[in-house]
């Protein structure tokens, strides 16, 4: 089945343990990205990547990072997570512009 | 710099009536538009995705409209159930590095 695949789902983690979510894709899309939610902000950019070894910065990067070693993972990386970095993730991929997006599932994180 | 706006916020209707929700953003220099579903705390499902060559796409009761001059689309949903009960993101991707959503329309259908 084509999809894009997150872990956790859930994490509850406290103000400074460095944490990974993982995404991974099955569809060898060349552009994968990674999305916060917030109540009342709606859905931000992270960080994108539109090949392997190629990522930039979305429009709320702080606080951050990600990498592309390989076409299919596109792990988020938070170094020292804070309770502002409290929402909801997801990562998503297209083949490219003229095509739509598939989005994981979702990974709730707490920092508390 | 692109802006994507959904009206209304919320709406209830009644079970069985047909409904439009309503999608405007403000360059029509766009790839796509797409339309999603999320259900409380859950992923994004795509429901229709229409090039910018296109006028409209159609899946079921769902019918997605595309007017690239006025900026707007509308998602018109059939025969409406409870199960449509969702909120729905209206996303245009401008270009090769993102898309941008709207805030979205939270859906109660009414048994």
């Known amino acids: 089945e084509a999809q894009v695949t997150q872990n956790p789902r859930y994490l509850i983690t406290v103000t400074g343990k460095k944490l990974t979510v993982t995404c991974s894709q099955n569809m060898n899309h060349e552009y994968m990205s990674w999305y916060r939610q917030d109540p009342g902000l709606g859905l931000r950019q992270i960080y994108y990547?539109?090949?392997?070894?190629?990522?930039d910065k979305g429009d709320v990067p702080e606080g951050y990072k990600v990498s592309r070693k390989e076409k299919r993972n596109f792990p988020l990386i938070l170094e020292s997570p804070s309770p502002n970095q409290t929402s909801l993730y997801f990562c998503a991929s297209s083949l490219w512009a003229n095509y739509g997006y598939t989005f994981g599932s979702g990974t709730r994180l707490t920092v508390v | 710099k692109q802006e994507v706006t959904q009206i209304p916020a919320a709406l209830s209707v009644p079970e069985g009536e047909n409904l439009v929700l309503n999608c405007s953003f403000t360059?029509?220099?766009?790839?796509?538009l797409q339309w999603f579903r999320q259900d409380p705390g859950k992923g994004l499902t795509s429901l229709l995705l229409?090039?910018?060559?296109?006028r409209e796409q159609t899946s079921g009761r769902l019918n997605a409209s595309l007017d690239k001059s006025s900026g707007r689309s509308t998602l018109y949903i059939a025969a409406s159930q409870p199960g449509d009960s969702a909120t729905y993101l209206c996303?245009?991707?401008?270009?090769?590095?993102?898309?941008?959503f709207g805030k979205g329309t939270r859906l109660h259908i009414l048994p």
């Open positions: 996303a245009v991707r401008p270009g090769d590095d993102k898309i941008i």
């Open positions: 360059d029509s220099a766009i790839y796509n």
């Open positions: 229409i090039q910018s060559s296109q």
């Open positions: 990547s539109m090949n392997v070894e190629v990522t």
